[in-house]
């Protein structure tokens, strides 16, 4: 793996435990890499990409990010207190209306010092990009070099996070004397973390499947797009493979109603991990994909006794929107 600079931000490694209770529930092996817990404001997944995010942007001469999500985004409160902590202006662009009153992220948001913009667009994902653009030619006029933090951080750069976090776990089992998971399964949303995670396994613990439990159906989590960036992120990395659709284990099945729409089957698997082992989860990521998780093993597509990893990547405070 090459070394690319990186700006340390998070409490690396995150924990890997057992979930005995759950485990014994379902009938499987089921352990937890707790990315909840990357020690900045809530936590969560971004900051791992952050590190290698901000290092860059640090290099380039920039003192503001600007970035843009939902209005209960995960990925904007994390970057404005990676972004806070390193000394520099975060400007969120959030879709939609301000509302009257802030709640869950957006009010952890204001707090850590993001400056918020509103803004309201049909396709958000598509026109934000020219909008974050628009502002950085502005405050190029005022003397002030902005970086520009894609949706959820999720480029070939931001995947390191995840390419590195692969060789993290690769050492933790290996300390741990424990022979890799058999699976190992994680959330596609903007696909960063898949892409990082599936390059990253390739080559760190290539006899483990990857499955992507997928929660949204917009342009990013598209299959070709996950393959693109899974391929950008392992070419990043220093790894000599291809990627293709067909090399990648994505499942579109748990989405439920909707991105951001709780699903039944969602709201059990957050309570079950709540009340069985006092982990939150919440309704629009990590909830969904733990009853992916639990579909595949209900289907027999993950077998009984088969030993699996979950990467949590954050999210709980959502819960409180
Ligand atoms: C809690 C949580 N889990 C998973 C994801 C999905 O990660 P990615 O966008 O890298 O696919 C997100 C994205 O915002 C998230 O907030």
């Given at each position: 793996m090459l070394s690319i600079p990186r700006f340390q931000l998070g409490c690396f490694p995150t924990p890997i435990h057992d979930l005995p209770v759950l485990s014994e529930d379902i009938g499987i092996q089921l352990k937890i890499k707790?990315?909840?817990?990357?020690?900045?404001?809530?936590?969560?997944?971004?900051i791992r990409k952050l590190e290698y995010l901000i290092s860059d942007a640090k290099s380039k001469g920039c003192s503001v990010l600007i970035t843009a999500g939902a209005l209960q985004s995960n990925h904007v409160l994390q970057t404005t207190a990676a972004g806070r902590k390193s000394g520099m202006r975060v400007i969120a662009v959030m879709d939609g209306a301000e509302p009257q009153v802030y709640s869950g992220n957006l009010r952890l948001s204001k707090l850590l010092g993001a400056e918020l913009e509103f803004f309201k667009s049909e396709r958000f994902v598509e026109d934000v990009r020219e909008y974050m653009a628009q502002r950085q030619a502005q405050l190029s006029q005022e003397g002030l070099k902005a970086y520009i933090v894609p949706v959820g951080g999720s480029n070939a750069l931001g995947s390191q996070g995840y390419v590195n976090c692969a060789r993290e776990m690769a050492e933790q089992y290996q300390v741990a004397g424990d022979a890799p998971p058999d699976y190992l399964v994680v959330a596609g949303g903007s696909g960063g973390t898949f892409a990082g995670i599936a390059a990253g396994c390739a080559h760190f613990w290539p006899t483990t499947k990857v499955i992507g439990i997928v929660i949204t159906t917009n342009y990013f989590a598209q299959p070709e797009h996950m393959a693109r960036l899974t391929g950008e992120a392992a070419a990043l990395a220093g790894f000599d493979q291809e990627w293709t659709v067909d090399d990648l284990e994505l499942n579109?099945?748990?989405i439920g109603p909707g991105y951001g729409m709780p699903s039944p089957a969602g709201d059990f698997a957050v309570n079950a991990m709540a009340s069985r082992e006092g982990i939150l989860l919440d309704p629009t990521y990590t909830g969904k994909v733990m009853s992916g998780l639990f579909g595949e093993v209900e289907s027999g597509?993950?077998?009984?006794g088969s030993r699996v990893l979950f990467i949590h990547t954050g999210g709980a405070t959502a819960l409180l929107a």
């Open positions: 707790r990315d909840d817990l990357t020690g900045i404001a809530a936590g969560g997944n971004k579109y099945s748990y597509r993950i077998p009984p």
